[in-house]
């Protein structure tokens, strides 16, 4: 199993600024992946940051809005850019280590919240 | 994108069985059927998966039929604690050895008392 903190929990931002939430995770992993949960609404996956890789941006999402950085196999960032009040989310981070059979561990999130 | 189809939501009487159904009619060969579930406030939660045959653990058992286009996720006897949203996944691969869980919309199961 994996263990992840995701900081910060929650947060109020203003329009117009950046905020950057961090995924801990607490063993080696080869795939981590960012998503969006927008009130009443089911996960939507953002991107894929898997180990030596760039971050792959599902349609919608574009790596100017939502840089990613994954430094090594047990940390990642998920940049909000240019904050407006659309982007009120959960943001979750999520983590698998590869192979044929294993599944997916969640953070609790992060909500944000954009006034 | 592989997808699936689940009722939008469900109950179930505490301490009685719950069989909650999920379509899958476009899952390919290499497709991996997750089951997740999210309690209010918090990240999904790991529940099972299977490729081909029936699969049981300590918290539910995995139905799937044997053309693979539907399965159904068994909690033996719900408890209140089993409220939640239950997301029916196809894990598909994305190639370089990496795969996606795309999330649907969910059941959301209550559990009454």
């Known amino acids: 199993s994996a263990v992840i903190s995701q900081k910060p929990s929650r947060d109020i931002c203003q329009r117009g600024t950046s905020l950057t939430i961090q995924c801990q995770v607490d063993?080696?992993?080869?795939?981590m992946f960012w998503y969006r949960q927008q009130p009443g609404q089911s996960l939507t996956l953002i991107a894929t940051?898997?180990?030596?890789?760039?971050?792959?941006?599902e349609s919608g999402f574009v790596i100017d809005k939502f840089p990613i950085s994954r430094p090594n196999l047990t940390f990642s960032t998920l940049t909000v850019s240019n904050m407006s009040p659309e982007d009120s989310s959960i943001y979750l981070c999520?983590?698998?280590?590869?192979?044929?059979?294993?599944?997916?561990?969640f953070g609790q999130g992060t909500r944000l919240t954009v006034v | 994108d592989a997808k699936t189809t689940q009722p939008n939501s469900m109950e179930s009487n505490e301490e009685e069985p719950v069989h909650l159904p999920c379509n899958h009619s476009t899952i390919s060969g290499t497709d991996y059927i997750h089951w997740y579930r999210q309690l209010p406030s918090q990240g999904p939660e790991y529940v099972i998966h299977?490729?081909?045959s029936n699969v049981n653990n300590r918290m539910a058992s995995l139905a799937i039929a044997e053309d693979r286009k539907s399965s159904t996720l068994i909690l033996h006897r719900a408890t209140l604690r089993d409220a939640a949203v239950y997301y029916c996944i196809l894990r598909t691969y994305s190639g370089a050895g990496s795969y996606q869980l795309t999330f649907g919309k969910g059941t959301k199961l209550s559990v009454i008392p």
């Open positions: 999520s983590v698998a280590i590869a192979g044929l059979n294993t599944e997916a561990f």
């Open positions: 299977g490729l081909t």
């Open positions: 940051a898997n180990q030596g890789s760039e971050a792959t941006y």
């Open positions: 063993s080696q992993v080869t795939m």
